[in-house]
């Protein structure tokens, strides 16, 4: 093992949408209302501002506990448009630097939904070439920050369940065709439609997968989100903490298929579905009993206010794991990273 001061990080599971602090957020804010109070981020932005006033409210809201994921999900919607194409280098340069200088993390896979970082009136011909612009934005603000910071980033680009099959099959031509800036697809969204569009999801993971894709699914996470039938064509397994609370009998044939669970533990009690940290120590025991890797993982550090080092300490001092199984859980998220070797080398090396 090495020396803990010698740790690094992979972070295999953090969304763009929860990665900005919300102070970054609101000075960014405000300091376009100031030198450009014409433009149009300024202009989309002043709704905001007037519906919480102050810096505090707008932070309370952001990081608040909630009653289900689909509350929890509503930050999300506030903060994605002020991720337009014109604030994404200022907010990825700084979501590097914090990453590598306060958590050393050698390597990340930033995830987020293109589609919804475009302007909402964008005519359906111009769709494709916007979505292109922000992948192409997020990775040159990406190569900007590695002249400075010793971190490697990847994008997951996420279909969604709100998104109606042609814009989630376009996301996935589009992750396609980008292989320098992106590695793989997921599955994101509230869960409520889950049940119903279970055959749309299918289809939208077998094209994937036709396509060459890797791929990752947010599955199983509450017990509304259970799709057994994309089990079989993910790479990992978004959170997945429902299989070994409920659905024991699948963990043999994950590990079977070498899948890894990506486990974000702050998460499950920011929105409800569990109560403690301690609650995902038969998680991590029953995975490891039948071999299934876990990485730890922060979803949404931002709103969260812990950062991954922090994750796997509050598992520890919680009795969630123990040293040698934060260790493997570390190991595990370099062997499971799907840009790794080719960025930066061996997890070996780590």
């Not at 005519?123 to 997020?138: I, L």
């Not at 998104?163 to 997921?186: F, Y």
Request: aromatic letters at 10%; glycine letters at 6%; charged letters at 25%.
């Amino acid at each position: 093992m090495p020396e803990a001061a010698g740790y690094r990080y992979a972070e295999l599971h953090l969304h763009l949408g929860g990665a900005i602090l919300p102070r970054v957020l609101w000075s960014y804010l405000q300091r376009e209302r100031t030198e450009d109070p014409e433009g149009d981020f300024a202009q989309n932005s002043q709704g905001l501002v007037e519906e919480f006033g102050e810096y505090a409210l707008f932070e309370k809201f952001l990081t608040r506990d909630c009653a289900s994921l689909t509350e929890y999900l509503e930050a999300h919607k506030r903060v994605e448009p002020l991720q337009k194409v014109e604030s994404l280098p200022y907010y990825v340069y700084r979501l590097l630097r914090g990453a590598a200088v306060f958590e050393n993390i050698a390597y990340m896979e930033l995830r987020y939904n293109p589609y919804f970082r475009i302007p909402k009136d964008t005519p359906k011909e111009q769709v494709r070439a916007r979505m292109e612009e922000v992948v192409s934005t997020v990775g040159a603000a990406a190569r900007n920050a590695q002249r400075r910071f010793p971190i490697a980033l990847t994008q997951i680009l996420c279909m969604d369940s709100r998104l109606p099959n042609d814009l989630n099959r376009e996301i996935a031509n589009l992750a396609v065709d980008m292989p320098a800036e992106v590695c793989a697809v997921d599955l994101a969204g509230p869960n409520e439609p889950y049940d119903a569009r279970r055959k749309d999801f299918v289809a939208a993971f077998e094209h994937a997968k036709k396509l060459g894709l890797k791929t990752t699914a947010h599955l199983y996470e509450t017990p509304e989100g259970c799709i057994p039938e994309l089990l079989p064509l993910v790479d990992r397994i978004g959170h997945g903490i429902q299989i070994a609370l409920a659905h024991r009998s699948l963990l043999v044939a994950i590990a079977g298929r070498g899948q890894c669970l990506e486990v974000c533990p702050t998460t499950y009690l920011r929105t409800g579905t569990l109560k403690s940290y301690a609650d995902l120590h038969p998680v991590f025991e029953r995975c490891f009993d039948l071999g299934v890797d876990v990485a730890i993982c922060t979803d949404n550090m931002a709103f969260h206010d812990v950062r991954l080092p922090r994750e796997h300490e509050l598992l520890l001092l919680n009795r969630a794991l123990s040293f040698a199984d934060m260790e493997r859980c570390r190991q595990a998220a370099f062997n499971h990273a799907f840009r790794w070797d080719e960025k930066l080398g061996s997890s070996t090396e780590v």
